[in-house]
Structures are given as C-alpha cells and as structure tokens.
C-alpha cells in the first residue's frame, strides 16, 4: 500500500510531520482530516524495499497454506483467516503479501485472483488449485490438499539435501585441503630441492608443475567455473538448456535421479489438480510451470497438444522417450476404470520411494569412494614431497 508524507497543523502553534498508508492521495488527506488535522503539504514517498518482491521460503508457504486451511475449514472468512495470519506471521516477506492479498479480497477480489497477482510467491499450480475450490465451493478441502502437497515436496527435498550434506562437506574438506597443500606446503619445499641441483624424481616434478599451474592460472580455473554457471544460467528456457537438460538426463546415475524426481513430482501435481476438478489441458499447462528440466517440459507440451487432438493422456505419455511403459500402463488402466487420479499417485508414490532408495545407495557408496579418492590424492602428495627428502639423505650417506 502506498505511503503518503505530510505537513499539518492541529493548532495555531503546533505543526509536525508525519506519514500515513492510504490506497491513493484522497484517501490518505480523508484518513488525516478525520483526525482533526489541517493539512499544509501531502506528497506520495518513493517505494522503499518492496518484501513481497522477495521469493519466500517453501517451508513458509507450506506452513501458511495449512495455516490458512485449518482457519477456512474452522469457518472462519478467508479475510479474517488472512488477517490473522498477517498478524501471526514473523517473515515480513509474507506479511506484506498476506496484507495485500487480504486488502484486494476486501476490495471484491477472489482468493485466486489475489494470489496471481503475487506469481514470485505462488505458481499458476497453486492459482489453479485454489481457483477450482472456489468454482467447486470446496475451498477448504483444495486448500488441505495444497498444504499436503507442500509438505510432501518439503519431505523429499529435505530427505536429499540431508543425503547429500556429509558427501558435500567431505568433498569440500578434501578440495580445501588439496589446494592447502598445492599452494602453500609444496612451494615451500620447491626451494630447497632445486637447491640441491639433483633430478627431481618425475612424481615431485609432476606435483611442482601442477602447484605451479594453480599458482599462476588458478584465477582463470576460478573465471571457468564461474562462466560455465553462468552459461548455464544463461541457457535457461532456450534451445542450449533443451540440449543440456537431454544430457543430464542421459547421465547413467544422475540422469535417473533427476528423471524419477521430474516424474513423481509431475504426476503427483498432475493428480492434485484433476482431484480438485481441473481439466486435463489446463492440468497440463499448470504442471508445466513445476517440471523444471525442458526437455521433459518439451514432451509434456507435445502430450498437450495430442490431447487437445482427442488422444488419451496414456497414449500421448508413450510417445515419449522419457516416461517408462510401467507408468503408462498404471495411466490406461486409471483412465479405463475412470480412477485416474489415484492412478498417478500410485505412479508418484513408487517413483519417490525408488528416488529416496536410490539416493541412500548413492550416498551410502559415495562416501568411501570419495574418502578412498582423497586419500588417495593427499598420499600423492606427501610421497612426491617426501621421495627427495629421502634421496638426498641417502646421497648425504
């Protein structure tokens, strides 16, 4: 909401500054003469930092949407549950948005129609789900719904970011520690066996070369990586992404990973929305936004189209190289028994119990091979360092 800074009077003697939040100009000197002030100069502030701007935390959403499903369902208003929730919430992120969400419904507006206008903090999935629960009068049960969607995403994310946490900080140790030893302890000890005028052996010489390497050029590794990320950034949404994201999932562990991670998440939104009482066609367009790989986004879109032709969602899905026949066969059969939707969280439910089983194996071997791998590179090290050490004390004898 607007801010407006003012000049007023409220006596002969007594004037001060002041500012007030009002919808526009009108508003705010209504707002100010109703307190028995005269006015001398009102002008509308410059937005400072605009928080609703700001993305929110999944975790927050999630904890909002069932907030705010627990309040509907409890039978109170959708703007008296948004106004407690403006009250309770700590994030002034998201109390800004719940704030302009509810000043927009009292305004005539409708749940869902309040949410797109904030598509940084709610997905068209998430306007779609809503606007069906107030088509179908069953907000409180879509808005259930959205919640336990949330935090069933949240579980899975935590559950692979708490797998890949200890292989991470391994990885990260062990670089550090070799670039210690690269840059610091190796030229340390280049002086002194140049000193002695003797051939080098070739794994000391091979170590020298490369500590020399990442003392000069390690700038140019540093702009590497940071180029190769930012052409990566770059190639979003584009015909280079398409290719990238193809390849990623061609990888042989990797690639599966990401793929039953896109399929459980694409089937699992999917079955919320025609739960709710969404169309196929609008389901798809919706579940599009949530699949962030484009190569299978780019199968999804064609699936659309074939539908929108007048073919079955199972027979559209396998054309595709990338959706198995296992889930397009459990697909045919929800569509002929007319229980589709329980059909794809069948689907969602086996592909993220496969996701979790796969990482904890990969994680589970991992972990040696990356201690194995270190250690083995840090022995390098000290055995090129120390074969000179051990030259030149039998050359002294």
């Known amino acids: 909401m607007p801010t407006f ?14 500012t007030v939040e009002a919808k526009n100009r009108a508003q705010a000197i209504a707002v100010l003469e109703q307190k028995g002030l005269f006015l001398i100069t009102i002008e509308e502030e410059a937005p ?16 909002f949407t069932r907030q705010f499903a627990n309040l509907i369902e409890s039978g109170l208003t959708i703007t008296e549950g948004l106004n407690i929730l403006t009250q309770q919430t700590s994030n002034p992120a998201l109390k800004s948005v719940i704030s ?12 869902s129609k309040a949410l797109s206008a904030y598509p940084r903090q709610f997905s068209r999935f998430y306007c779609s789900i809503v606007n069906a629960g107030e088509i179908s009068g069953a907000l409180e049960t879509t808005l259930g719904h959205l919640a336990d969607f949330g935090e069933q995403e949240e579980k899975i994310r935590s559950d692979v970011i708490s797998a890949l ?12 520690t070799i670039y210690i030893l690269l840059t610091y302890a190796v030229p340390q000890l280049t002086s002194m066996f140049t000193e002695t005028g003797e051939t080098l052996p070739i794994a000391t010489q091979i170590l020298i070369n490369i500590s020399n390497a990442l003392r000069s050029y390690g700038w140019l590794i540093i702009l590497a990586v940071f180029s190769a990320v930012f052409a ?34 694409f089937m699992r939104t999917l079955s919320l ?16 936004n949530t699949v962030t790989n484009t190569a299978l986004k780019e199968e999804i879109q064609k699936a659309a189209k074939e539908i929108k032709d007048g073919e079955s969602l199972s027979s559209a899905l396998k054309k ?17 028994s007319g229980t589709i939707e329980k059909s794809l969280k069948r689907i969602a439910g086996s592909y993220e119990q496969e996701l979790n089983r796969l990482i904890r194996t990969l994680t589970s071997l991992l972990e040696p091979i990356m201690i194995l791998v270190m250690g083995l590179v840090v022995a390098f090290i000290v055995s090129a360092m120390l074969l000179p050490i051990f030259e030149i004390n039998l050359i002294a004898k």
């Open 5 to 18: 800074a003012y000049r007023a009077k409220k006596g002969p003697q007594e004037s001060f500054k002041g």
């Open 48 to 63: 400072r930092h605009n928080t609703a701007s700001k993305r929110i935390r999944r975790q927050d959403l999630s904890v």
């Open 100 to 111: 302009g969400m509810e000043e927009q419904i009292k305004d005539g507006a409708t749940l």
């Open 165 to 176: 946490t200890y292989p991470a900080l391994i990885l990260s140790v062990g670089i550090i």
């Open 232 to 265: 990566f950034k770059r190639a979003q949404n584009s015909k280079e992404r398409i290719v990238l994201d193809k390849i990623f999932l061609n990888l042989p562990v990797m690639g599966k990973i990401i793929l039953k991670s896109e399929i459980s998440r």
């Open 273 to 288: 929305l025609l739960e709710s009482g969404v169309t196929i066609l609008t389901s798809l367009d919706a579940v599009t």
């Open 320 to 336: 595709s190289e990338y959706f198995p026949a296992y889930a397009v066969n459990i697909i045919s059969v929800g569509e002929e």
